[in-house]
């Protein structure tokens, strides 16, 4: 084996990917060639001091951002609430209808509407928040 080759196969050993067939001629390289088993212990004691280092804490914000939204709470589809909103526009406007039929009072049934439009732009407001979100 070259030193090239015994570089390319330890690193592949240190990640746990080489085939175990491939193990002994690793080991004998390095018996026979000081270079590549002073290349061997100084990629092995970096990799056990990098395993070691501590475990940052991420801010809760960053991890909130970094943690799919369906784990916290699991909400409907997109298109379910957006369907939602389009029945209560279109019962809506049934009420708004019916009600200036039955009332006949033209004032009362733009005050209604205004209530309901005011009411349904809150909803779009919402659903554009939530599929603002990640994860949605």
């Not at 061997?40 to 809760?60: I, K, M, T, Y």
């Not at 939602?84 to 049934?94: E, G, R, T």
Request: include cysteine.
């Amino acid at each position: 084996m070259k030193c090239d080759e015994f570089r390319f196969a330890f690193s592949r050993l240190q990640d746990q990917e080489l085939p175990a067939e491939l193990v002994p001629g690793i080991e004998e390289h390095a018996a026979s060639c000081q270079a590549c088993a002073a290349y061997a212990r100084e990629v092995s004691a970096l990799d056990l001091a990098l395993r070691n280092l501590p475990q940052p804490e991420f801010p809760v914000a960053l991890r909130l951002k970094l943690m799919p939204i369906e784990e916290k709470t699991p909400r409907p589809p997109l298109w379910i609430v957006t369907a939602k909103v389009a029945v209560y526009a279109v019962a809506a406007l049934v009420v708004l209808v019916l009600a200036e039929e039955f009332l006949g009072s033209a004032e009362l049934v733009v005050r209604m509407g205004v209530l309901v439009s005011g009411y349904l732009v809150l909803m779009l407001k919402a659903l554009d928040r939530e599929s603002m979100l990640p994860g949605s």
